[in-house]
């Protein structure tokens, strides 16, 4: 832990990894100030960027390119956008589809001709073609037919769409990949990551979501246009504010978290940190304590349009409405004059609420707090090249003891019970992503399983490590049993970084994947998670947001949550 950026106070009231880290909790997490969405446009505002669209050329039927630019202090970004006329019978947010509405990729500059005829050949194969190091990332979206339909229909006949469809879907195109960091050709994040406007993570693909999201609202208008050259009228600039980009994540998203400890450290622990020194002000503020207010009650309001057909978050959102109810009352009273009254709430929360208006209030604890939890941003990042090598030189007395603080939940897990062992994660051959399988339906299942059951290694490595005295070296121990390096390597990793190991049994009957999905799109900023089953979920970005052209005049940070009838 960075001591720099901690004070004893501060230390105290963290809250410890076995809290954070289980996946209930993990799965009750909200976007807040500290999220990249949010983070990405807040600095763009600060730096005055500028934002044009160079190109469109894109005929009546809505095929065609397109030019989205994005111009900081030093360099400009490119989104170049093909927009395609899709069959709806190949329409699929699987990840098998060959075929999507638009796809998309962010250029490293300026793209001449040359290089948009160029992208046209490969960026609408996805996965199929190969980009080059001049791009990014790559990503490709579909329409939400019905609304977008719904919304170039009535744009056409001069009139504005229904806003309670608009509140119901909250997006005319979701995206169903965006991929960065290598993935196709594109660059690795090696050049751009000392780069200041996109060195924080997912800051491009952020980019790159934020002018789709424009592309969006202007191919409708374009369309509507094409369709009614005489009646067209624009989307009103309110209705607009509310449609973000959709978009549907699976399980190839779920490893991450246990593949990258110490960046999932940096992000969980800064959020930790974040909350911790809210809690330990002496005194409430009185304009603190309004801004708190004015935080809630937006959280409170944007929450009734939050819909699922999921049936655990459905009861979660009827709890957690139950619960800000009951939390606004609380703070209405005169409960902010004892010593370290946040830290109060806080306690009084943990104790009151379910898991899903706790972790609401963590988020709605740092909106007013912009000044002391602020440069946790620049904390987020990891150097993912950095070498852990093996301390062979540690005592086994020692990696007992990291093995105590960091993975009793893995020693009391029985893992001779079937259900502790019922599910396998491996790669599918034919999109080499990663799947959840059943263990009993598959005979093979150890064959092809992926290293996602820590808990079960750690049991192993604990059974062979009985017989070793205190004072042995892991060196030794590995020269009789190598097959547990890699498990040995990670144990030390997350001994320095804590907060980079899930609590749970990955490989249970009850593990629910889409509790690290919700995890890792809380720091994207993603709102309304829609799970559709235990293993995907469909969120909204960028809903609320100031488009390019509004940013530099827009006054509210806090775009995400909006009380009815707030234009941020």
Not at 185 to 190: F, L, P, Q
Not at 220 to 244: T, W, Y
Not at 265 to 282: D, F, K, Q
Not at 403 to 431: G, I
Request: glycine share 6%.
């Amino acid at each position: 832990m960075n001591q720099t950026i901690l004070g004893d106070d501060v230390i105290k009231l963290m809250r410890p990894p076995e809290t954070v880290m289980r996946l209930d909790r993990m799965g009750s997490f909200h976007q807040s100030r500290l999220s990249f969405m949010r983070s990405l446009l807040r600095n763009m505002k600060q730096e005055k960027w500028v934002f044009s669209r160079p190109v469109w050329d894109i005929n009546s039927n809505g095929v065609g390119r397109a030019v989205y630019q994005a111009k900081g202090p030093v360099r400009t970004y490119s989104l170049v956008v093909f927009a395609h006329d899709l069959d709806a019978s190949e329409r699929s947010d699987r990840s098998i589809a060959t075929a999507w509405d638009a796809t998309f990729t962010m250029f490293d500059g300026v793209p001449n001709n040359a290089d948009l005829d160029r992208l046209s050949l490969v960026v609408p194969l996805q996965e199929a073609g190969r980009v080059s190091e001049t791009e990014l990332c790559i990503s490709r979206a579909n329409k939400s037919v019905r609304l977008f339909g719904h919304v170039v229909d009535r744009l056409a006949d001069g009139k504005q769409p229904d806003s309670a469809q608009i509140d119901a879907i909250g997006y005319l195109m979701r995206t169903t990949a965006v991929y960065g960091s290598g993935k196709f050709g594109a660059a690795s994040r090696d050049k751009i990551k000392m780069r200041p406007e996109v060195a924080r993570p997912f800051h491009i693909e952020m980019l790159s979501v934020y002018l789709t999201r424009a592309f969006t609202v202007d191919l409708a208008e374009h369309l509507a246009q094409a369709k009614s050259p005489e009646n067209a009228i624009k989307i009103d600039p309110v209705l607009r504010r509310r449609l973000g980009v959709g978009n549907s994540t699976g399980l190839g998203m779920a490893p991450f978290l246990v593949n990258h400890p110490p960046l999932i450290h940096n992000w969980i622990s800064a959020r930790e940190i974040a909350l911790a020194r809210v809690r330990s002000l002496p005194a409430a503020q009185e304009d603190k304590v309004v801004l708190f207010r004015t935080a809630l009650a937006r959280a409170a309001a944007s929450i009734g349009d939050w819909h699922t057909k999921d049936e655990v978050q459905g009861a979660q959102i009827l709890a957690l409405q139950k619960d800000l109810t009951i939390l606004t009352t609380h703070v209405a009273g005169p409960i902010f004059e004892c010593f370290q009254p946040w830290n109060a709430l806080y306690l009084w929360t943990e104790k009151s609420l379910s898991l899903e208006a706790q972790e609401l209030l963590v988020s709605v604890l740092l909106e007013p707090f912009g000044e002391l939890v602020d440069d946790l941003l620049n904390t987020l990042s990891a150097d993912e090249e950095a070498v852990f090598r093996i301390d062979g030189s540690m005592r086994i007395g020692v990696l007992r003891d990291i093995l105590k603080s960091h993975y009793a939940w893995a020693m009391r897990t029985d893992f001779e019970q079937k259900d502790n062992r019922s599910r396998f994660w491996y790669v599918s051959a034919n999109k080499a992503e990663p799947r959840l399988g059943e263990r009993d339906d598959e005979p093979d299942a150890d064959a092809y399983e992926e290293p996602m059951d820590i808990g079960r290694g750690v049991n192993k490595l604990v059974a062979a490590l009985a017989p070793r005295a205190q004072d042995d070296l892991v060196a030794d121990f590995l020269l009789k049993q190598p097959r547990f390096r890699i498990l040995i390597r990670r144990i030390q990793t997350v001994g320095q970084h804590p907060y980079g190991e899930i609590h749970d049994n990955l490989i249970s009957d009850t593990v629910r994947p889409v509790d690290m999905l919700r995890c890792k799109l809380s720091f994207f900023g993603a709102i309304d998670f829609d799970p559709r089953s235990d293993r995907w979920v469909r969120i909204t970005m960028f809903k609320n947001a100031p488009y390019p052209h509004e940013l530099g005049n827009s006054t509210q940070d806090n775009w995400a949550y909006c009380l009815p009838g707030e234009f941020p």
